[in-house]
Nanobody, 126 residues
Framework: QVQLVESGGGLVQAGGSLRLSCAAS????????VGWFRQAPGKERHFVAT????????YYADSVLGRFTISRDNAKNTVYLQMNSLKPEDTAVYYC???????????????????WGQGTQVTVSS
């Protein structure tokens, strides 16, 4: 079992920055892919970014490419999402997820991740 806890969300003005953290406890998640997903009210959950073990693969959604950066510190069992140039449309609950995702084509599919955090709210005001 892996327990994930997100932190770092909050209210920020458009153009601002936030850094989300996803801290894992339980089994080490060095061998897991860790992804960030977000869900706005009344909308489906969408892929944001993912990073595999050893940083072998990193992918971003087109909507955040160039503005968000995902990174991991395995020594701290933590994955980060640095979010810059935030826009009102980035407003959502952000979830981190971990899993042993075998195929790279599945890394952007939330259903392929086994463990989820409780989410952290990010609100970007215009």
């Amino acid at each position: 079992q892996v327990q994930l806890v997100e932190s770092g969300g909050g209210l920020v003005q458009a153009g601002g920055s936030l850094r989300l953290s996803c801290a894992a406890s339980g089994r080490t998640f060095n061998n897991y892919a860790v992804g960030w997903f977000r869900q706005a009210p009344g909308k489906e959950r969408h892929f944001v970014a993912t990073i595999t073990s050893s940083d072998l693969y990193i992918y971003y959604a087109d909507s955040v490419l160039g503005r968000f950066t995902i990174s991991r510190d395995n020594a701290k069992n933590t994955v980060y999402l640095q979010m810059n140039s935030l826009k009102p449309e980035d407003t959502a609950v952000y979830y981190c997820a971990a899993g042993v995702v075998v195929y790279t084509r599945d890394l952007q599919s939330w259903g392929k991740y086994d463990y989820w955090g409780q989410g952290t709210q990010v609100t970007v005001s215009s």
